[in-house]
């Protein structure tokens, strides 16, 4: 089961100030790329010069949403040495980036005092948490929405705290 990208995406769309994307997993089990993971694992890049190869709706909405001013910024606490997901994940970040997206990249020893939310999640406004709920092999189960306040705080603050402390996505090598 995956999330519905059109009711993820009016979330993103009625942001009006910034979307900010904490991720915390070292691997992913994501059924939409699955077939892109295992072509990366046999050796196929995204290559930047040839756009009409990698570009996609995700893209799009992200385009559409951050030339309207809405901030987005996603930060990946990773493991050292990276697994093969976060290389792959890595390899085609550019593809964010190029469509407005701010990325950073946080060792996770940095991040060992830092307080953070058990899940990853999106804050959206600095008001609205949707935490992302993965079972253990990294497959989406559900989401979570929540709009209190203090959780909104809370995500925020750690957000902000391993944004801080992340490298930003040119400078990060895997």
Same mark, same amino acid.
């Given at each position: 089961?995956?999330q ?11 942001? #009006? /100030?910034s ?9 992913y089990g994501? &059924?939409?790329?699955?077939?892109? $993971?295992?072509?990366? /694992?046999e ?5 930047p ?13 992200? *385009?559409?949403v951050t ?5 987005? %910024?996603?930060? /990946? +606490?990773v493991? &050292? ?5 976060i /290389? ?8 964010? =980036?190029?469509?407005g997206? *701010? +990325?950073?990249?946080?060792?996770? %020893?940095?991040?060992s005092?830092?307080?953070l ?6 804050? $959206?406004?600095?008001r609205? =948490? *949707?935490?992302?709920i ?10 979570? *929405?929540? &709009?209190?306040?203090a =959780?909104?705080?809370l ?8 944004? #801080?402390r992340?490298v930003p ?6």
């Amino acid at each position: 089961m995956s999330q519905s990208l059109t009711s993820f995406a009016d979330l993103l769309r009625a942001a #009006e /100030r910034s979307a900010v994307h904490l991720e915390m997993r070292d691997a992913y089990g994501v &059924e939409s790329e699955i077939e892109g $993971f295992a072509a990366w /694992r046999e050796g196929h890049r995204l290559s930047p010069d040839d756009r009409a190869s990698w570009w996609r709706p995700w893209l799009d909405l992200v *385009q559409e949403v951050t030339s309207k001013g809405v901030v987005m %910024r996603r930060a /990946r +606490i990773v493991s &050292e040495p990276v697994s093969d997901y976060i /290389r792959f994940e890595h390899s085609g970040t550019f593809t964010n =980036v190029a469509a407005g997206e *701010q +990325i950073r990249w946080l060792p996770r %020893r940095h991040a060992s005092d830092l307080a953070l939310p058990g899940n990853d999640f999106w804050l $959206f406004d600095g008001r609205l =948490v *949707q935490f992302n709920i993965f079972d253990g092999a990294g497959r989406w189960v559900h989401t979570d *929405q929540i &709009e209190e306040r203090a =959780v909104a705080q809370l995500c925020a603050s750690a957000f902000e705290a391993v944004w #801080e402390r992340a490298v930003p996505h040119e400078k990060y090598s895997v």
